[in-house]
């Protein structure tokens, strides 16, 4: 297959053109890096089936010859990234996502969309199911990625009824593992890069927020599934182990060894109060669960950012 992936420069982006190199295909990676990082594909600078286009996907991408698949990633996908770039993460939800559309359209490609748990807001459903439309604050400060992900999926949806396009839309629950950015900007780097330099371990709230957490290699999997599956509606794709942010502290500072004491702040705007998917359709659909536990994905996380802090040195 020739596989395109865009925000290919990004976490999750990246690890999915590692897995299509693996498996034999080629890739070509489109990201603008106003949040990817070629650090992240420096590993395959020269690789025969691997290329990398700087390219804002807002505006129109034209890719010569054919392509089987596209994966679209580019987004901000931080509290920290949206809120810097909240013009940026709304057109990239919209126009980019009508242009890497229309790429798969002319090019009778695969299409699949990176939504987000997101979509679900501050939910009032808990665990939440594919079938829970949300509770979403459109003019709040996170309403830019929420609603400009909620608009992606209305126009895979569109796309596939009126053009006949093969979408699938993966609804993506915290993720984490190498490659997150040391600044982030949300709960595992967060907690990370602080014990790492003994500082406080920050919590928004009370600590009894609570959080899903999957680990990078398993959602990579699940989208693979998810691509070459044949399922058109929505699929949420998250670890369904659920963590107050208070015990995941706890289970930073074990893990690190960390003396950094625990630190209290006020709880952003429209922060969620919980968050964990129901992921039934997934096992059924897909035959996809999780098995990278908690400790076990942490303890392959750590060295990542021990090393990107002896870089910064």
């Known amino acids: 297959m020739r596989v395109l992936v865009t925000g290919g420069a990004g976490f999750i982006g990246s690890h999915l053109c590692d897995r299509f190199l693996q498996e034999g295909h080629e890739v070509i990676c489109l990201d603008n890096l106003i949040t990817g990082s070629t650090d992240n594909i420096a590993h395959l600078a020269g690789h025969p089936r691997f290329s990398f286009v700087k390219h804002d996907v807002t505006h129109y991408i034209f890719v010569e010859g054919k392509i089987d698949a596209i994966l679209h990633f580019a987004s901000p996908a931080s509290p920290v990234d949206y809120l810097q770039f909240p013009i940026q993460t709304l057109k990239v939800g919209s126009l980019g996502t009508h242009k890497a559309l229309g790429l798969a359209k ?54 596939h009824r009126y053009h006949g396009v093969d979408t699938r839309i993966a609804r993506i629950f915290n993720t984490y593992g190498p490659r997150m950015r040391l600044n982030d900007g949300r709960v595992v780097p967060n907690f990370i890069h ?120």
């Open 106 to 159: 002319e090019k009778k490609a695969k299409f699949l969309l990176a939504s987000t748990s997101e979509v679900y807001g501050n939910p009032l459903v808990h665990p939440q199911r594919e079938d829970y439309w949300g509770n979403v604050n459109p003019i709040g400060p996170r309403g830019v990625y929420d609603e400009a992900k909620r608009f992606a999926e209305a126009m895979a949806m569109a796309y």
């Open 194 to 313: 602080q014990a790492l330099r003994g500082e406080d371990l920050t919590i928004y709230g009370d600590g009894f927020q609570t959080r899903s957490f999957c680990y990078i290699e398993d959602l990579v999997e699940g989208i693979v599934r998810l691509l070459f599956s044949r399922e058109i509606e929505p699929i949420n794709l998250g670890n369904p182990g659920e963590y107050s942010i208070l015990d995941f502290a706890q289970v930073i500072l074990q893990a690190t060894g960390s003396q950094s004491r625990i630190v209290y702040r006020p709880l952003p705007t429209d922060d969620p109060r919980v968050r964990k998917p129901d992921i039934s359709r997934a096992r059924t659909v897909l035959g996809w669960n999780p098995k990278v536990e908690l400790k076990e994905g942490i303890g392959k996380t750590i060295p990542y950012f021990q090393r990107k802090l002896e870089e910064k040195k």
